[in-house]
């Protein structure tokens, strides 16, 4: 690679040039392109304009992870030992079956600032950010779980939880823009008229 | 030639008054200068015309993001592009049925989709008049947008279960103006304004510069229609269906959630079940621009609900979670 190809390609990645032959020599040499992702990350952590969390190559990342982890999920709420389908063994890993689906990285940076946990007064924890508005459907005694009215957040579980969330509302923006017209055929009706008309429980 | 004397005489006729003509769409027929008429009208726009249209849009206490997005029909091939303008940016292009994404820092790929899904919901360019299972709609009347004539229809949640959307269109070419979100109480959730509006004989010249054959190759998302899942929903708002079923591993907490999408065409809300190691106690919720995150847990299994719908629609989504009745 010559100096003045990369004097060039720094000049294309700064938008200052486009030379319509440099950018085909992009699209076929390797060592060209990675340099360009460089300098195109080099760029973005100059404006900070990364995201939080950097992947370099979440694909392959992702990939591996399926293929090294067991899926477990949540424990099943019901047991169905007649089902032929085992419910909770068979995961279907989105990636590798699709491909390349690098797609996290942009969408990943949605950050979490506020979050209001129901049974909390709203001063003790520096996550309440987010607007407090008493949700009229939402009854105040909602958790099972034996917290007292007032018990702040634990520190520790704060940047868990913020990172258990981030990623949760990262996934849905992929899934938005991810989003096909042919979506719009319906999987299936799962409730009835009847239970619509029921008061959730 | 004749049949251009007769275009530009119907065209003379139809001036003076500007109303819209009732029409007969799947069947029904609809009165002149209803809602339906204008929403075939915008949809029509949408798949006919060669538009380039700048718009900003604003989601909540978010900043302001500002789109381009051009649409055109080459040699009898519909095109579109859809590119955000500030920061990194992500580049959508549509060819036919060919949707290919461009997004900073990941690799480029296609999915398959006649539209691409951005900020104007899908429901627009297909059959919006179906919104009426769960939405009314009303016409406002005429007003100035964009220095533009415009259509103002709202289109209201009718169990307020929903937003409420009002849509501004073209006078003249039922093309999208403004479109902002409220909420019950009227507070605006989240407006998209359009800045400029060029309907062209011609379509842009910048489609021509797409090299159709560097575009990725189409990848399927696997969709697993059958998957059985032990968990229900009880509780479906009206109108809404179950779009997309799945199981994976989060991508930045590798943590494996169960998923639904729930939509009516113009909301899309997803439902995820994950394990509850205890990171999230007993639940809560935010909102996120104009959406709603809310998660409830029972210690043993988290339900956290994400869309665009008010935060008790989104409890009542969350609570209704059960196991599967055996039938």
């Known amino acids: ?201 | 030639m004749l049949i251009r004397i007769l275009l530009v005489m119907s065209l003379l006729l139809n001036l003076p008054a500007m109303a819209l003509q009732g029409k007969v769409i799947d069947g029904v027929s609809y009165p002149a200068n209803s809602a339906e008429v204008w929403l075939q009208k915008f949809r029509d726009a949408l798949h006919n015309l060669n538009f380039t249209l700048s718009f900003v849009v604003t989601r909540g206490n978010a900043e302001t993001r500002p789109y381009i997005w051009r649409h055109g029909i080459v040699d009898g091939i519909s095109m579109e592009h859809l590119s955000q303008l500030n920061g990194p940016g992500s580049e959508i292009f549509r060819i036919g049925d060919k949707v290919s994404f461009f997004e900073p820092n990941s690799v480029a790929f296609s999915l398959q989709s006649s539209h691409i899904n951005g900020p104007v919901p899908l429901t627009f360019f297909e059959s919006p008049i179906k919104l009426a299972e769960a939405y009314s709609f009303v016409v406002v009347g005429r007003t100035r947008v964009s220095g533009r004539a415009a259509q103002q229809i709202r289109i209201v949640s009718e169990d307020g279960s929903r937003y409420n959307t009002t849509l501004w269109l073209d006078q003249e070419t039922g093309l999208l103006l403004k479109m902002d979100v409220n909420n019950a109480q009227g507070d605006l959730l989240e407006q998209l304004q359009v800045t400029s509006l060029d309907v062209t004989e011609a379509p842009d010249e910048y489609f021509e510069k797409i090299e159709q054959s560097r575009l990725p190759e189409i990848s399927n998302l696997p969709n697993n229609p059958d998957l059985q899942f032990s968990w229900q929903l009880n509780f479906i708002p009206k109108g809404m269906e179950i779009i997309q079923k799945d199981r994976r591993r989060l991508v930045s907490s590798r943590d494996v959630v169960e998923y639904l999408m729930l939509s009516d065409g113009l909301v899309d809300v997803s439902v995820y079940i994950s394990k509850d190691d205890g990171t999230v106690k007993e639940g809560g919720w935010l909102f996120h621009g104009s959406d709603t995150l809310l998660s409830i847990s029972n210690g043993n299994i988290m339900v956290t609900v994400i869309g665009k719908i008010p935060p008790e629609t989104a409890n009542m989504i969350a609570s209704s979670v059960g196991p599967v009745r055996s039938s």
């Open chain 1, 1 to 201: 690679m010559t100096q003045s190809k990369i004097e060039n390609l720094s000049a294309l990645v700064d938008g200052e040039q486009t030379d319509s032959k440099l950018l085909d020599e992009l699209a076929s040499d390797a060592e060209l392109a990675s340099r360009w992702q460089s300098y195109h990350l080099i760029k973005d952590g100059l404006r900070g304009e990364l995201p939080d969390s950097l992947n370099l190559n979440i694909a392959d990342a992702v990939a591996e992870a399926i293929e090294n982890e067991p899926a477990i999920v949540a424990p099943n709420l019901k047991t169905q030992k007649d089902k032929k389908s085992p419910v909770w063994g068979n995961v279907v890993p989105l990636f590798r079956q699709g491909g390349q689906f690098a797609i996290a990285a942009s969408v990943a940076v949605a950050v979490i600032l506020g979050y209001q946990q129901f049974n909390q007064t709203s001063q003790d924890s520096d996550l309440n950010i987010a607007p407090v508005k008493a949700i009229s459907g939402i009854p105040s005694g909602m958790s099972p779980v034996s917290l007292s009215q007032d018990r702040a957040v634990p520190k520790a579980n704060v940047a868990e939880q913020r990172r258990k969330l981030n990623a949760l509302l990262a996934d849905h923006q992929q899934r938005m823009m991810l989003k096909t017209a042919d979506d719009e055929t319906v999987i299936e009706a799962e409730t009835d008229e009847d239970s619509q008309q029921q008061e959730p429980k």
